[in-house]
């Protein structure tokens, strides 16, 4: 199955690429760039800059313990991770993120990993949500019913985690599903803010993409919105394209049609909107990598030793 999904991923990067050196498209594609101006650029890079320090902000509250309060350590995590989600392919930068903090903070793998796949699904619900909000054509009733099952889940999963359970007990598999629940129970309750932190992040990220996608098309923020959003939709699909090629594109492209633009735009945009991510991702994981005191002088914590990578 894994070798399935790594195949049906390259094949969806190779049409990306295939499409992209078809005819003119990529001298189009860069004359799309150059029409950009400095200041919708710069806006844009601001936007996402900000993005990058609300994640921070995230990191920084759910792991104040373990960071001592180190919220430069917590943005160059963010921002090391951020780089390798964009470059690794098949989702492997992930990985990252809890060798990052074991590295610099000692924190536990099991907590680490617990920490991760609740930040990913804060991410899922909050863009799942704001899809269903604006989904064109959704009866009322409808997306009523859908954001508040999500509201219910996003509710009662870390509540579910938390209650008292006898899974260390039956041994095997449970002992070590039970190290996990309880690890994820830890990461939901130690982050005081960690959905007002998601919803910002996600406010302005989206608002970025939106701003940047929108003068790519000479178009509207509407228009804009409507293919970021797209797009991230894509970011949770089973199957990535590598280094999200491919399925990135086609999301916003295919959240851009019933706005009226047609395929081969959309493409076009959404590509020259994942690189200029790309490229800001790739150039601030650098920086946070080149400066000093990246590794964690102290000795880690009990807990985590022998589990640090």
């Known amino acids: 199955m894994k070798y399935a999904r790594n195949a049906i991923a390259i094949a969806l990067t190779l049409a990306l690429a295939l499409w992209l050196f078809g005819d003119r498209r990529w001298t189009e594609l860069g004359e799309a760039l150059a029409r950009l101006s400095p200041g919708v650029v710069a806006l844009a890079a601001v936007g996402f800059f900000l993005s990058y320090l609300l994640r921070a902000a995230r990191v920084y509250d759910e792991f104040r313990h373990d960071g001592g309060g180190r919220f430069v350590a917590c943005l160059r995590i963010v921002l090391m991770h951020n780089a390798a989600l964009n470059i690794v392919p098949f989702r492997g930068g992930e990985a990252a993120f809890p060798m990052l903090l074991g590295r610099i903070f000692g924190t536990p793998l099991t907590r680490a990993l617990a920490s991760l796949f609740w930040f990913r699904l804060q991410d899922a619900l909050i863009v799942m949500m704001a899809a269903v909000a604006v989904w064109p054509a959704l009866p009322l009733a409808l997306r009523l019913a859908g954001l508040a099952a999500l509201l219910v889940f996003a509710w009662g999963l870390p509540r579910w985690a938390r209650r008292p359970h006898q899974w260390a007990e039956r041994g095997g598999l449970a002992r070590k599903f039970a190290g996990l629940r309880d690890a994820f129970a830890a990461s939901a309750r130690h982050a005081r803010l960690g959905w007002l932190w998601?919803?910002?992040?996600?406010?302005?990220?989206?608002?970025?993409?939106?701003?940047?996608?929108?003068?790519?098309?000479?178009?509207?923020?509407?228009?804009?919105?409507?293919?970021?959003?797209?797009?991230?939709?894509?970011?949770?699909?089973?199957?990535?394209?590598?280094?999200?090629?491919?399925?990135?594109?086609?999301?916003?492209?295919?959240?851009?049609?019933?706005?009226?633009?047609?395929?081969?735009?959309?493409?076009?945009?959404?590509?020259?909107?994942?690189?200029?991510?790309?490229?800001?991702?790739?150039?601030?994981?650098?920086?946070?990598?080149l400066l000093p005191g990246i590794h964690s002088t102290a000795e880690p914590p009990d807990s985590a030793k022998g589990l640090t990578p």
Not at 201 to 216: C, P
Not at 247 to 256: F, H, P, Q, V
Request: hydrophobic share 60%; charged share 5%.
């Open 198 to 289: 998601t919803v910002a992040n996600w406010s302005v990220k989206l608002t970025a993409q939106a701003w940047l996608l929108s003068a790519l098309l000479d178009a509207g923020m509407g228009t804009g919105a409507a293919g970021a959003l797209g797009a991230e939709l894509a970011a949770v699909l089973p199957i990535q394209g590598v280094a999200g090629f491919g399925t990135y594109e086609a999301g916003a492209a295919a959240a851009l049609l019933p706005n009226g633009v047609v395929l081969a735009d959309g493409l076009r945009a959404a590509l020259a909107l994942h690189l200029f991510v790309i490229a800001c991702a790739l150039t601030t994981g650098a920086v946070a990598a």
